[in-house]
């Protein structure tokens, strides 16, 4: 199970999942408030995400499962696990948004962000002109762009997450009960950190694997806070590795040369 960040949609995670070698059926659920999902209540906190993350859990049935989160999604499938515990096999998440103090500059930006296109083609040739959407890989892009704007009435296109709902998700962030959920994470899980963000320190990444019984935190060289948007196939090679490592320490005799990739299941776009 892929998890999107803040302002974004599951499908932006096929070009990283068609990319794998490990032989996974992917699934990328939009969250709350995001892309086809459901929207966001007045009053709803980020507590929201773990219940969108257990719901899809569900539907998928017993088996085995991993979870791979960016950023809010990252924080969503740790929320979800403490509140279930042996939900999740394994847990890579890649710069969880772990708020430690309040920081008005995302939620400041998040609101300044235009909401409407007369199309498609016009929202995707301004995003492809400005940062920091376009330092997205062409096909993530495009792909946001898909899945992210719905028509209006009028015909023109309105982004899915509204600038508020974004700016809100951010403002909130501080409220977010990841402290107490994280001793209660007992799978393997990876805090990956990209070694180029300014957004989340290696320093609170180091303290945040403190807290889990089974963490490790790694750091992806040349990479920054959107690296798998930017770089989806390293992304998925640095995925590779790390599925490579946790089903050889869970089954020995499992084999080195993996089946090809089945196809993704985007849900809610």
């Known amino acids: 199970m892929f998890c999107h ?10 070009s990283c999942a068609v990319q794998l070698s490990t032989p996974l059926r992917v699934v990328a659920p939009d969250l709350r408030g995001h892309g086809g999902a459901p929207p966001l209540a007045e009053d709803d906190d ?25 950023s809010l999604g990252g924080t969503a499938l740790l929320l979800a696990e403490a509140r279930r515990p042996g939900t999740f096999d394994l847990l890579v998440c890649f710069e969880p948004i772990l708020a430690t103090h309040h920081d008005p500059t995302f939620a400041e930006a998040a609101a300044r962000r235009r909401a409407v296109f007369p199309s498609r083609a016009e929202a995707l ?15 993530v892009l495009a792909d946001y762009v898909d899945s992210g704007l719905a028509p209006d009435p009028d015909g023109r296109m309105r ?21 107490a959920a994280l001793p209660r994470v007992t799978c393997p899980t990876l805090l ?14 180091v303290a945040a694997c403190a807290e889990l019984p089974a963490g490790q935190l790694r750091e992806i060289p040349g990479m920054d806070h959107l690296g798998p ?12 590795g790390l599925f490579a490592d946790f089903l050889k320490s869970s089954d020995p005799a499992a084999p080195t040369n993996p089946a090809p990739l089945t196809p993704t299941d985007h849900r809610n776009a």
């Open 125 to 139: 040739a301004r995003y492809a002109s400005r940062p920091p959407l376009s330092l997205l890989a062409p096909e």
């Open 192 to 205: 990956l950190r990209g070694g180029e963000s300014v957004v989340v320190t290696r320093k609170s990444l």
């Open 46 to 70: 980020w507590g929201v995400f773990a219940e969108d993350v257990l719901a899809e859990a569900a539907e998928l049935g017993p088996g085995p499962l991993i979870g791979v989160g960016h």
């Open 5 to 14: 960040a803040a302002g974004f949609t599951g499908l932006v995670w096929r």
């Open 159 to 179: 982004l899915r997450c509204a600038p508020e709902v974004e700016a809100h998700l951010f403002r909130t962030a501080i409220s977010c009960p990841w402290r």
């Open 229 to 240: 948007l930017t770089r989806p196939a390293v992304f998925a090679e640095v995925l590779d």
